[in-house]
């Protein structure tokens, strides 16, 4: 009998390493994953690696990924091992409901669930799908749609006396932010949306197919609303500046043809609004569907099941995040305070001028 127990205790531990070898055994394969995280507290989505004192999403999705056993330890050391590649960077705080990531793994049982374990509750994989051998997130993306999630008393005028918790849009202002947005649709020069780029950079052209606030509501006692933007691609703090123009023409510190004169050569002013609000909402993979996601061996790239998930994980996640840090950080109100010492009147000769003078 002793002899027995024992045979069976070494075979449980051969039966470990038996299934780890299957594991080790199983064919890689490029699959794409469909993640939600609340970006608070991280410094964006990419990797920095070698720099651990600022944490991002991928840290903590690659450490899932190892600890789970879908790819090995030092493909999470060298990520181009396992061909990764991020569909958005995503900014410090910025959050997203449905970033796409593409990468090799060893597809093994349960593997959403898995992965799912060794991540903490704020960030969430909610859905997987094979893909083509070449596929890669960035490059196959075609449009990106964001939100920006803002309390209405952004759009307060200047000149007007506001209590945060008692303002509400009203139709007339709400029907100016949306012309004013609708301004940006279409294929313009945004050098003056980011840094780092002159005004003859090829890549500032950038092409907007959409932008619109939606109706406002309450949550918390403070008015909210939630602006959307879908383009092909977008520049760093590009949707923030763009967002923070509109706040400072409807507010009365700058004139209309602002915009405008933003797409010129010249150097303009332009605002940049906190991230805090800033939603990667959903990426488009309109070609790639088109061409494989109806061939009989791989899935078009949409995501209608998990539509309800990501629904919730919002509403767990993400919105009490943005409206509890706006509540105790303020971080609008505070920003709203910076928009009278911006010049939007002056260009860059007149600017360079004034700052000899004030040293």
Request: glycine share 6%; proline share 3%.
């Amino acid at each position: 009998e002793e002899n027995g127990h024992q045979n069976k205790r070494l075979k449980t531990g051969a039966d470990e390493e038996d299934s780890e070898d299957q594991t080790k055994k199983l064919p890689k394969r490029k699959i794409v994953l469909l993640m939600a995280y609340s970006g608070k507290g991280y410094h964006g989505m990419q990797r920095n690696v070698g720099s651990s004192q600022f944490k991002t999403i991928e840290d903590d999705l690659v450490s899932a990924l190892v600890q789970s056993g879908c790819i090995p330890e030092n493909h999470g050391e060298d990520m181009k091992k396992m061909s990764f590649q991020r569909c958005a960077r995503t900014d410090k705080g910025v959050s997203a409901a449905g970033q796409i990531v593409s990468l090799k793994v060893r597809l093994i049982d349960d593997i959403l669930e898995k992965i799912n374990n060794h991540l903490p509750s704020h960030i969430r994989i909610l859905g997987l799908k094979r893909v083509t051998g070449g596929f890669n997130s960035k490059n196959k993306c075609d449009a990106r749609t964001y939100s920006y999630m803002l309390p209405t008393f952004a759009f307060a005028h200047k000149d007007h006396d506001v209590q945060e918790e008692l303002y509400r849009l009203d139709r007339e202002t709400l029907e100016k932010v949306n012309k004013l947005l609708a301004c940006y649709k279409g294929t313009h020069n945004f050098h003056n949306f980011t840094s780092q780029k002159g005004p003859r950079d090829p890549s500032a052209k950038r092409y907007i197919m959409e932008m619109y606030c939606g109706e406002p509501f309450v949550r918390e006692n403070i008015e909210f609303a939630v602006i959307k933007v879908k383009g092909q691609s977008f520049m760093m703090h590009q949707i923030r500046k763009m967002i923070g123009l509109v706040i400072a023409i409807v507010k009365g510190y700058a004139a209309e043809s602002i915009i405008e004169r933003s797409w010129g050569e010249e150097k303009v002013d332009v605002p940049k609004a906190p991230g805090l609000g800033l939603v990667l909402e959903r990426v488009h993979f309109e070609k790639y569907n088109r061409r494989f996601g109806n061939d009989g061996l791989h899935e078009p790239l949409e995501w209608t099941q998990e539509e309800e998930k990501i629904a919730v994980f919002k509403e767990q996640y993400i919105y009490p995040t943005i409206i509890n840090t706006e509540k105790e950080e303020k971080s609008m109100a505070n920003w709203l305070n910076t928009l009278s010492i911006h010049d939007f009147n002056s260009s860059t000769v007149e600017m360079q001028v004034n700052n000899k003078h004030s040293k």
